[in-house]
Protein backbone atom coordinates (compact mmCIF):
# COMPACT_ATOMS: atom_id res chain seq x y z
CA UNK A 1 0.00 0.00 0.00
CA UNK A 2 0.78 3.46 -0.47
CA UNK A 3 4.27 4.34 -2.38
CA UNK A 4 7.26 2.46 -0.83
CA UNK A 5 9.41 5.37 -1.04
CA UNK A 6 6.84 8.02 -1.07
CA UNK A 7 7.84 9.02 2.77
CA UNK A 8 11.45 9.37 2.50
CA UNK A 9 11.14 10.55 -1.16
CA UNK A 10 8.53 13.45 -0.36
CA UNK A 11 9.04 16.02 2.38
CA UNK A 12 5.90 17.17 4.15
CA UNK A 13 4.13 20.12 2.34
CA UNK A 14 2.21 22.59 4.49
CA UNK A 15 -0.68 24.34 1.46
CA UNK A 16 0.55 27.76 0.31
CA UNK A 17 -0.64 30.69 2.10
CA UNK A 18 -1.63 34.37 1.07
CA UNK A 19 0.83 36.68 2.54
CA UNK A 20 0.09 37.65 6.03
CA UNK A 21 -0.44 41.86 5.17
CA UNK A 22 -2.20 41.11 2.16
CA UNK A 23 -5.20 38.20 3.71
CA UNK A 24 -5.87 40.72 6.80
CA UNK A 25 -7.41 42.82 3.76
CA UNK A 26 -10.45 40.61 3.74
CA UNK A 27 -12.25 37.87 5.34
CA UNK A 28 -11.53 35.38 2.71
CA UNK A 29 -9.82 31.66 2.85
CA UNK A 30 -6.41 32.82 2.27
CA UNK A 31 -4.83 29.03 1.49
CA UNK A 32 -3.87 27.57 -1.90
CA UNK A 33 -5.01 24.15 -2.49
CA UNK A 34 -2.12 22.40 -3.73
CA UNK A 35 -1.96 21.01 -7.65
CA UNK A 36 -2.86 17.59 -8.14
CA UNK A 37 0.90 15.96 -8.60
CA UNK A 38 1.88 17.55 -5.06
CA UNK A 39 -1.30 16.79 -3.67
CA UNK A 40 -0.98 12.60 -4.76
CA UNK A 41 2.78 13.18 -3.51
CA UNK A 42 1.79 14.14 -0.28
CA UNK A 43 -1.04 11.02 0.31
CA UNK A 44 1.97 8.78 -1.03
CA UNK A 45 3.94 9.78 2.14
CA UNK A 46 1.55 7.72 4.32
CA UNK A 47 3.54 4.63 5.18
CA UNK A 48 -0.05 2.51 5.84
CA UNK A 49 1.80 1.31 9.34
CA UNK A 50 0.60 -2.07 11.07
CA UNK A 51 -1.09 0.09 13.50
CA UNK A 52 -1.93 3.68 12.08
CA UNK A 53 -2.37 5.50 15.30
CA UNK A 54 -3.62 8.09 13.21
CA UNK A 55 -7.19 6.26 13.01
CA UNK A 56 -7.10 4.93 16.23
CA UNK A 57 -9.03 7.28 18.73
CA UNK A 58 -7.77 6.54 22.26
CA UNK A 59 -6.15 7.90 24.98
CA UNK A 60 -2.31 8.71 25.79
CA UNK A 61 -1.53 9.99 29.36
CA UNK A 62 -5.19 11.21 29.46
CA UNK A 63 -5.15 13.23 26.26
CA UNK A 64 -7.11 12.20 22.95
CA UNK A 65 -4.69 10.49 20.23
CA UNK A 66 -5.47 9.70 16.63
CA UNK A 67 -8.70 11.01 14.59
CA UNK A 68 -11.70 10.68 17.09
CA UNK A 69 -14.25 9.46 14.40
CA UNK A 70 -11.41 6.64 12.83
CA UNK A 71 -11.03 7.35 9.84
CA UNK A 72 -10.09 5.28 7.70
CA UNK A 73 -6.94 7.26 7.06
CA UNK A 74 -4.23 4.89 5.16
CA UNK A 75 -6.84 3.27 2.88
CA UNK A 76 -7.97 6.84 1.66
CA UNK A 77 -4.18 8.12 1.35
CA UNK A 78 -3.17 5.36 -0.58
CA UNK A 79 -6.34 5.57 -2.91
CA UNK A 80 -5.52 9.48 -3.38
CA UNK A 81 -2.31 8.22 -4.24
CA UNK A 82 -3.31 6.12 -6.82
CA UNK A 83 -5.52 8.82 -8.16
CA UNK A 84 -8.44 6.81 -7.47
CA UNK A 85 -10.18 9.68 -6.29
CA UNK A 86 -13.87 8.66 -6.18
CA UNK A 87 -12.72 5.20 -4.45
CA UNK A 88 -10.99 7.27 -1.65
CA UNK A 89 -13.97 9.68 -1.34
CA UNK A 90 -16.17 6.71 -0.71
CA UNK A 91 -13.89 5.37 2.36
CA UNK A 92 -13.93 8.83 3.29
CA UNK A 93 -17.57 9.25 3.30
CA UNK A 94 -17.59 6.08 5.68
CA UNK A 95 -16.83 7.37 8.65
CA UNK A 96 -16.79 11.32 8.53
CA UNK A 97 -20.32 13.38 8.31
CA UNK A 98 -18.53 16.37 7.04
CA UNK A 99 -15.40 16.28 5.97
CA UNK A 100 -15.74 19.63 4.80
CA UNK A 101 -15.94 20.55 7.87
CA UNK A 102 -12.93 18.86 9.95
CA UNK A 103 -11.44 19.31 6.87
CA UNK A 104 -11.29 23.08 7.64
CA UNK A 105 -11.19 23.39 11.22
CA UNK A 106 -10.68 19.79 12.91
CA UNK A 107 -7.14 20.05 15.16
CA UNK A 108 -6.01 17.07 12.87
CA UNK A 109 -5.55 15.05 16.45
CA UNK A 110 -4.49 12.58 13.64
CA UNK A 111 -1.23 14.33 12.16
CA UNK A 112 0.08 14.60 15.94
CA UNK A 113 0.28 11.01 16.22
CA UNK A 114 1.50 10.27 12.52
CA UNK A 115 4.33 7.59 12.86
CA UNK A 116 6.04 9.72 10.27
CA UNK A 117 6.34 12.44 12.68
CA UNK A 118 8.58 9.92 15.01
CA UNK A 119 11.72 11.37 12.48
CA UNK A 120 10.43 13.32 10.06
CA UNK A 121 7.31 15.26 9.50
CA UNK A 122 3.74 14.30 9.90
CA UNK A 123 1.50 13.03 6.47
CA UNK A 124 -0.53 16.04 5.68
CA UNK A 125 -4.30 14.65 6.55
CA UNK A 126 -6.22 17.17 7.20
CA UNK A 127 -5.57 18.28 3.69
CA UNK A 128 -5.95 15.26 1.87
CA UNK A 129 -9.49 15.26 3.06
CA UNK A 130 -10.34 18.47 2.31
CA UNK A 131 -9.11 17.56 -1.29
CA UNK A 132 -11.19 14.77 -1.18
CA UNK A 133 -14.04 16.10 -0.27
CA UNK A 134 -14.07 19.25 -2.29
CA UNK A 135 -13.07 16.60 -5.58
CA UNK A 136 -16.41 14.78 -3.94
CA UNK A 137 -18.70 18.15 -4.86
CA UNK A 138 -17.14 19.01 -7.80
CA UNK A 139 -17.79 16.42 -9.65
CA UNK A 140 -21.13 15.18 -7.81
CA UNK A 141 -20.08 12.17 -6.24
CA UNK A 142 -22.00 13.52 -3.18
CA UNK A 143 -25.68 13.65 -3.91
CA UNK A 144 -28.64 14.01 -1.68
CA UNK A 145 -29.99 11.03 -0.62
CA UNK A 146 -33.52 10.80 -1.91
CA UNK A 147 -34.53 7.16 -1.15
CA UNK A 148 -34.58 6.76 2.52
CA UNK A 149 -37.10 4.38 3.98
CA UNK A 150 -39.32 6.11 6.69
CA UNK A 151 -39.64 4.60 9.80
CA UNK A 152 -43.00 6.42 10.82
CA UNK A 153 -40.42 8.05 13.90
CA UNK A 154 -40.39 11.70 14.69
CA UNK A 155 -37.58 13.14 16.01
CA UNK A 156 -36.07 16.92 16.42
CA UNK A 157 -32.22 18.04 17.66
CA UNK A 158 -32.21 21.65 19.38
CA UNK A 159 -28.87 23.05 18.03
CA UNK A 160 -27.74 23.19 14.43
CA UNK A 161 -24.01 23.47 15.17
CA UNK A 162 -21.58 20.16 13.92
CA UNK A 163 -23.34 17.78 16.50
CA UNK A 164 -26.91 18.52 16.04
CA UNK A 165 -26.08 18.21 12.15
CA UNK A 166 -24.24 15.08 12.88
CA UNK A 167 -27.05 13.43 15.08
CA UNK A 168 -29.76 14.98 11.90
CA UNK A 169 -27.57 13.39 9.45
CA UNK A 170 -27.03 9.88 10.73
CA UNK A 171 -31.07 9.78 12.21
CA UNK A 172 -32.18 10.75 8.97
CA UNK A 173 -30.23 8.13 6.88
CA UNK A 174 -32.26 5.71 9.82
CA UNK A 175 -35.22 6.72 8.86
CA UNK A 176 -36.45 9.16 11.32
CA UNK A 177 -38.32 12.27 10.41
CA UNK A 178 -35.74 14.94 11.86
CA UNK A 179 -36.21 18.87 12.52
CA UNK A 180 -33.94 20.50 13.46
CA UNK A 181 -34.16 23.71 16.22
CA UNK A 182 -31.93 26.80 15.53
CA UNK A 183 -32.00 29.86 18.06
CA UNK A 184 -30.05 32.06 15.38
CA UNK A 185 -31.11 33.67 11.92
CA UNK A 186 -28.38 31.25 10.00
CA UNK A 187 -27.80 27.25 10.81
CA UNK A 188 -24.48 25.95 11.83
CA UNK A 189 -23.86 26.61 15.23
CA UNK A 190 -20.43 27.39 16.13
CA UNK A 191 -18.90 26.88 12.33
CA UNK A 192 -21.50 29.48 10.99
CA UNK A 193 -20.99 32.41 13.43
CA UNK A 194 -18.09 31.32 16.30
CA UNK A 195 -15.59 30.43 13.55
CA UNK A 196 -14.27 32.97 11.39
CA UNK A 197 -14.76 33.27 7.80
CA UNK A 198 -11.50 33.24 6.96
CA UNK A 199 -10.90 29.64 8.83
CA UNK A 200 -14.44 28.09 6.87
CA UNK A 201 -16.55 30.30 4.44
CA UNK A 202 -19.58 30.03 5.34
CA UNK A 203 -20.88 29.40 1.97
CA UNK A 204 -19.31 25.59 2.56
CA UNK A 205 -21.54 25.45 5.68
CA UNK A 206 -24.63 26.70 3.63
CA UNK A 207 -23.69 23.50 0.80
CA UNK A 208 -24.31 21.30 3.55
CA UNK A 209 -27.40 22.85 5.27
CA UNK A 210 -28.62 22.83 1.99
CA UNK A 211 -27.78 19.24 1.28
CA UNK A 212 -29.73 18.37 4.45
CA UNK A 213 -32.67 20.18 3.67
CA UNK A 214 -32.88 17.99 0.12
CA UNK A 215 -32.34 14.67 2.17
CA UNK A 216 -35.57 15.65 4.15
CA UNK A 217 -34.67 17.34 6.93
CA UNK A 218 -36.28 20.14 8.50
CA UNK A 219 -34.73 23.23 9.90
CA UNK A 220 -36.42 25.93 11.70
CA UNK A 221 -34.35 28.99 12.52
CA UNK A 222 -34.86 32.11 14.78
CA UNK A 223 -36.17 29.31 17.91
CA UNK A 224 -34.76 29.37 21.18
CA UNK A 225 -36.55 26.06 22.83
CA UNK A 226 -37.32 26.88 26.51
CA UNK A 227 -38.53 30.24 25.38
CA UNK A 228 -40.20 30.63 21.63
CA UNK A 229 -41.34 26.68 22.24
CA UNK A 230 -41.86 24.73 25.09
CA UNK A 231 -39.61 21.38 25.43
CA UNK A 232 -42.89 19.80 26.78
CA UNK A 233 -44.97 21.09 23.15
CA UNK A 234 -41.84 19.03 21.60
CA UNK A 235 -42.24 16.31 24.05
CA UNK A 236 -45.61 15.73 22.76
CA UNK A 237 -44.87 16.45 18.93
CA UNK A 238 -41.61 13.89 18.85
CA UNK A 239 -41.18 10.65 19.46
CA UNK A 240 -37.83 11.87 21.04
CA UNK A 241 -35.39 15.08 21.46
CA UNK A 242 -31.71 15.36 20.91
CA UNK A 243 -29.72 18.26 22.75
CA UNK A 244 -27.29 19.13 20.69
CA UNK A 245 -26.68 22.94 22.44
CA UNK A 246 -22.97 23.36 22.64
CA UNK A 247 -20.79 24.94 25.24
CA UNK A 248 -20.55 28.12 24.41
CA UNK A 249 -21.20 29.87 28.00
CA UNK A 250 -17.84 32.06 28.58
CA UNK A 251 -15.59 31.92 31.37
CA UNK A 252 -16.03 34.82 32.85
CA UNK A 253 -13.32 37.41 34.23
CA UNK A 254 -13.61 37.38 38.14
CA UNK A 255 -12.44 40.84 38.27
CA UNK A 256 -14.59 44.22 39.59
CA UNK A 257 -15.91 46.06 36.71
CA UNK A 258 -15.74 42.76 34.08
CA UNK A 259 -19.33 44.35 32.52
CA UNK A 260 -18.03 47.75 31.53
CA UNK A 261 -18.33 49.20 27.93
CA UNK A 262 -15.10 47.82 25.85
CA UNK A 263 -15.16 44.55 27.58
CA UNK A 264 -16.31 41.67 24.86
CA UNK A 265 -16.59 37.78 25.00
CA UNK A 266 -14.59 35.87 22.18
CA UNK A 267 -18.08 34.24 20.63
CA UNK A 268 -19.89 37.42 20.91
CA UNK A 269 -17.35 39.77 19.34
CA UNK A 270 -16.51 36.86 16.57
CA UNK A 271 -20.44 35.61 15.96
CA UNK A 272 -21.16 39.20 15.56
CA UNK A 273 -18.77 40.06 13.52
CA UNK A 274 -19.68 37.19 10.80
CA UNK A 275 -22.97 38.25 10.98
CA UNK A 276 -22.14 41.95 10.31
CA UNK A 277 -20.38 41.00 6.96
CA UNK A 278 -23.09 38.29 6.15
CA UNK A 279 -25.59 40.50 6.20
CA UNK A 280 -23.37 43.45 4.67
CA UNK A 281 -23.94 45.93 7.43
CA UNK A 282 -20.70 48.17 9.34
CA UNK A 283 -19.54 46.14 11.97
CA UNK A 284 -20.98 46.43 15.49
CA UNK A 285 -17.20 45.96 17.00
CA UNK A 286 -15.15 47.76 14.53
CA UNK A 287 -11.51 47.70 16.62
CA UNK A 288 -9.74 49.87 13.93
CA UNK A 289 -7.36 52.13 15.64
CA UNK A 290 -8.15 50.64 19.33
CA UNK A 291 -5.81 48.92 21.61
CA UNK A 292 -6.98 45.32 22.20
CA UNK A 293 -6.62 42.46 24.51
CA UNK A 294 -7.19 39.39 24.22
CA UNK A 295 -7.12 37.00 27.12
CA UNK A 296 -6.70 33.67 26.78
CA UNK A 297 -4.28 31.61 24.71
CA UNK A 298 -6.88 28.95 22.54
CA UNK A 299 -8.07 28.37 19.39
CA UNK A 300 -10.71 31.17 19.86
CA UNK A 301 -8.27 33.73 20.92
CA UNK A 302 -6.56 33.58 18.08
CA UNK A 303 -9.38 34.11 16.01
CA UNK A 304 -9.59 37.56 17.68
CA UNK A 305 -6.11 37.98 17.10
CA UNK A 306 -7.11 37.63 13.34
CA UNK A 307 -10.01 39.26 13.38
CA UNK A 308 -8.38 42.15 15.19
CA UNK A 309 -5.97 42.17 12.41
CA UNK A 310 -8.03 42.47 9.86
CA UNK A 311 -9.75 45.65 11.59
CA UNK A 312 -6.25 46.77 11.71
CA UNK A 313 -6.18 47.73 15.50
CA UNK A 314 -3.49 50.44 16.89
CA UNK A 315 -2.07 47.42 19.23
CA UNK A 316 -3.13 43.87 20.17
CA UNK A 317 -1.54 42.32 22.96
CA UNK A 318 -2.37 38.13 24.19
CA UNK A 319 -2.38 37.05 27.78
CA UNK A 320 -1.61 33.88 28.07
CA UNK A 321 -1.23 32.35 31.87
CA UNK A 322 0.37 29.53 31.18
CA UNK A 323 4.33 29.30 31.10
CA UNK A 324 5.70 29.90 27.31
CA UNK A 325 6.28 26.58 25.96
CA UNK A 326 9.66 25.22 24.52
CA UNK A 327 10.52 25.65 20.79
CA UNK A 328 11.44 21.79 20.55
CA UNK A 329 8.92 18.87 21.51
CA UNK A 330 9.42 17.83 25.12
CA UNK A 331 6.91 14.87 24.90
CA UNK A 332 7.64 11.33 23.09
CA UNK A 333 5.32 10.21 19.98
CA UNK A 334 2.74 9.17 20.00
CA UNK A 335 1.68 12.18 22.66
CA UNK A 336 0.25 15.68 21.42
CA UNK A 337 3.38 17.30 20.83
CA UNK A 338 4.14 19.97 23.77
CA UNK A 339 5.91 23.16 21.76
CA UNK A 340 5.35 26.71 21.10
CA UNK A 341 2.90 26.91 18.08
CA UNK A 342 2.04 29.90 16.43
CA UNK A 343 -1.45 29.70 14.75
CA UNK A 344 -2.53 31.53 11.80
CA UNK A 345 -3.82 34.62 13.82
CA UNK A 346 -1.11 34.93 16.15
CA UNK A 347 0.78 34.98 13.10
CA UNK A 348 -0.99 37.69 11.33
CA UNK A 349 -1.40 40.06 14.47
CA UNK A 350 2.54 39.69 14.88
CA UNK A 351 3.41 40.65 11.73
CA UNK A 352 1.10 43.43 11.43
CA UNK A 353 2.52 44.58 14.90
CA UNK A 354 6.20 43.71 14.26
CA UNK A 355 6.74 42.08 17.35
CA UNK A 356 4.81 38.75 19.50
CA UNK A 357 2.17 39.89 20.90
CA UNK A 358 1.99 37.19 23.21
CA UNK A 359 2.92 37.91 26.77
CA UNK A 360 3.30 34.25 29.12
CA UNK A 361 2.38 33.69 32.68
CA UNK A 362 0.17 37.07 32.33
CA UNK A 363 -3.11 37.84 33.71
CA UNK A 364 -5.23 41.25 34.19
CA UNK A 365 -5.09 42.46 37.88
CA UNK A 366 -7.15 45.47 37.69
CA UNK A 367 -9.46 47.09 35.07
CA UNK A 368 -9.38 50.33 34.69
CA UNK A 369 -12.64 52.80 33.68
CA UNK A 370 -13.47 56.46 33.22
CA UNK A 371 -16.81 57.46 32.20
CA UNK A 372 -18.25 53.91 32.27
CA UNK A 373 -15.75 52.57 29.87
CA UNK A 374 -12.59 50.67 29.41
CA UNK A 375 -9.30 52.74 29.39
CA UNK A 376 -6.61 50.24 30.31
CA UNK A 377 -5.38 47.59 32.83
CA UNK A 378 -3.00 46.56 34.85
CA UNK A 379 -1.48 43.21 34.35
CA UNK A 380 0.67 40.73 36.53
CA UNK A 381 2.76 38.03 36.28
CA UNK A 382 1.88 34.91 37.72
CA UNK A 383 3.31 31.11 38.31
CA UNK A 384 1.67 27.98 39.07
CA UNK A 385 2.66 26.06 42.61
CA UNK A 386 2.28 22.85 43.26
CA UNK A 387 1.36 22.57 47.15
CA UNK A 388 -0.12 19.66 49.43
CA UNK A 389 -1.03 18.13 46.02
CA UNK A 390 -2.80 21.00 44.76
CA UNK A 391 -2.39 23.45 41.75
CA UNK A 392 -2.25 27.08 42.32
CA UNK A 393 -1.51 30.45 40.92
CA UNK A 394 0.83 32.55 42.59
CA UNK A 395 1.53 36.18 41.89
CA UNK A 396 4.51 37.29 41.02
CA UNK A 397 5.97 40.60 43.04
CA UNK A 398 6.72 43.64 41.43
CA UNK A 399 5.51 42.32 38.08
CA UNK A 400 2.55 45.00 38.21
CA UNK A 401 2.45 46.90 34.65
CA UNK A 402 -0.01 49.14 32.91
CA UNK A 403 -1.36 48.79 29.71
CA UNK A 404 -3.74 50.96 27.47
CA UNK A 405 -7.04 49.08 26.66
CA UNK A 406 -9.89 50.30 24.41
CA UNK A 407 -11.33 46.77 24.06
CA UNK A 408 -10.77 43.61 26.25
CA UNK A 409 -11.45 40.53 24.83
CA UNK A 410 -12.17 37.48 27.25
CA UNK A 411 -10.81 33.98 25.44
CA UNK A 412 -10.90 31.83 28.60
CA UNK A 413 -12.56 28.79 27.65
CA UNK A 414 -16.09 27.70 28.15
CA UNK A 415 -17.51 26.40 30.81
CA UNK A 416 -21.12 24.81 29.65
CA UNK A 417 -24.00 25.78 27.71
CA UNK A 418 -25.64 28.95 27.37
CA UNK A 419 -29.28 29.34 28.39
S1 LIG B 1 -8.31 16.10 10.34
FE1 LIG B 1 -9.81 14.55 9.70
S2 LIG B 1 -8.72 12.62 9.83
FE2 LIG B 1 -7.58 14.10 11.09
S3 LIG B 1 -8.40 13.96 13.19
FE3 LIG B 1 -9.56 15.53 12.14
S4 LIG B 1 -11.34 14.47 11.31
FE4 LIG B 1 -9.83 12.91 11.78
S1 LIG C 1 0.28 7.03 11.10
FE1 LIG C 1 0.82 8.39 9.38
S2 LIG C 1 2.07 7.11 8.04
FE2 LIG C 1 0.99 5.72 9.45
S3 LIG C 1 -0.88 5.11 8.38
FE3 LIG C 1 -1.36 6.92 9.58
S4 LIG C 1 -1.06 8.68 8.18
FE4 LIG C 1 -0.04 6.90 7.31
Known amino acids: ?24 ENFNDF ?25 SAMKVNNKNVGCPLSNLIPEWNHLIYLGLFEEAYKRLEKTAPFPEFTGNVCPALCEACCSCSINTESVSVR ?6 IEKAYENSWIKPKLDIKRNGKKVCVIGSGPSGLAAAKRLNDYGFKVTVYEKSDRFGGLLMYGIPNMKIEKRIVDRRINLLKEEGITFIPNT ?38 GILYAVDFLSSTTKCLLDGVDFKYNLKDKNVIIVGGGDTANDCCATAARF ?6 ELEITKEPPLENTLPWPNYPNKKKTDYGVLEANTLMG ?10 DEIVVENGKIVGVYIKKVEFVFENGKTKIQNIENTREYLPCDCLIIAMGFIGTKS
Do not use: W
Open 312 to 317: KAKSIT
Open 31 to 55: HIPFDLKTQQEQASRCMNCGVPFCQ
Open 224 to 261: KVGYDIAVDDLYEEYDDIIFACGTSLARPLALKNNDVE
Open 355 to 364: HDIRKYQTTI
Open 127 to 132: ANELFL
Open 1 to 24: MGKPTGFFEFQRKNKEELDCLKRI
